[in-house]
T-cell receptor, first 110, second 113 residues
Framework: DAKTTQPTSMDCAEGRAANLPCNHSTISGNEYVYWYRQIHSQGPQYIIHGLKNNETNEMASLIITEDRKSSTLILPHATLRDTAVYYCIVRVFGNEKLTFGTGTRLTIIP | DVKVTQSSRYLVKRTGEKVFLECVQDMDHENMFWYRQDPGLGLRLIYFSYDVKMKEKGDIPEGYSVSREKKERFSLILESASTNQTSMYLC????????????FGPGTRLTVT
């Protein structure tokens, strides 16, 4: 699976959009981009995934660049409950496993 | 809602003890996974199972074994616990097929003294 690079930490003001970047420059054509988050003292939680088109669900939006070498997770109106570690994962289609990195620690500031 | 439960939130064991960590899921998922999480290292896959009695090694299987006798239950076994196995252990499950997300349990914080 391709490796990912994320900033170690980020802050965002409550109510603003939180934009979390992820670099995956070695991604190949059969690899999906997944995002999970882990709130303190809980297990990771799935957020969203995509292949090459932008995706949106009730939690977030995922923007993947045209060359697929990077992506951005957008939390449109961040709340204090969004404070968590966010993991960007690249996963080969057909591979059941996820490989987690160290993620981005997002802190939402009141 | 999918529920993945783990037998204990906190566990303290002595070096050399045999340790069982239990995980149960209620969504009839085919796949189950065991990870450990350590500061600075993220989550690392220990073992996973894609069917009853089937298992595959993950990235760090040394010192661990697993058992899956029933579809809903996946056990992680530390045959002889050591202090370097002190960690947070997370269980997850998913439906078969890579388009399905993994659902995680709350974790078991194991301390080996």
């Amino acid at each position: 699976d391709a490796k990912t690079t994320q900033p170690t930490s980020m802050d965002c003001a409550e109510g603003r959009a939180a934009n979390l970047p992820c670099n995956h420059s070695t991604i190949s054509g059969n690899e999906y981009v997944y995002w999970y988050r882990q709130i303190h003292s809980q297990g990771p939680q799935y957020i969203i995934h995509g292949l090459k088109n932008n995706e949106t669900n009730e939690m977030a939006s995922l923007i993947i660049t045209e060359d697929r070498k990077s992506s951005t997770l957008i939390l449109p109106h961040a709340t204090l409950r969004d404070t968590a570690v966010y993991y960007c994962i690249v996963r080969v289609f057909g591979n059941e496993k996820l490989t987690f990195g160290t993620g981005t620690r997002l802190t939402i500031i009141p | 809602d999918v529920k993945v439960t783990q037998s204990s939130r906190y566990l303290v064991k002595r070096t050399g003890e045999k340790v069982f960590l239990e995980c149960v899921q209620d969504m009839d998922h085919e796949n189950m996974f065991w990870y450990r999480q350590d500061p600075g290292l993220g989550l690392r896959l220990i073992y996973f199972s894609y069917d009853v009695k089937m298992k595959e090694k993950g990235d760090i299987p040394e010192g661990y074994s697993v058992s899956r006798e029933k579809k809903e239950r996946f056990s992680l076994i530390l045959e002889s616990a050591s202090t370097n196995q002190t960690s947070m252990y997370l269980c997850a499950s998913s439906a078969a097929g890579t388009d399905y997300e993994q659902y995680f349990g709350p974790g078991t914080r194991l301390t080996v003294t």
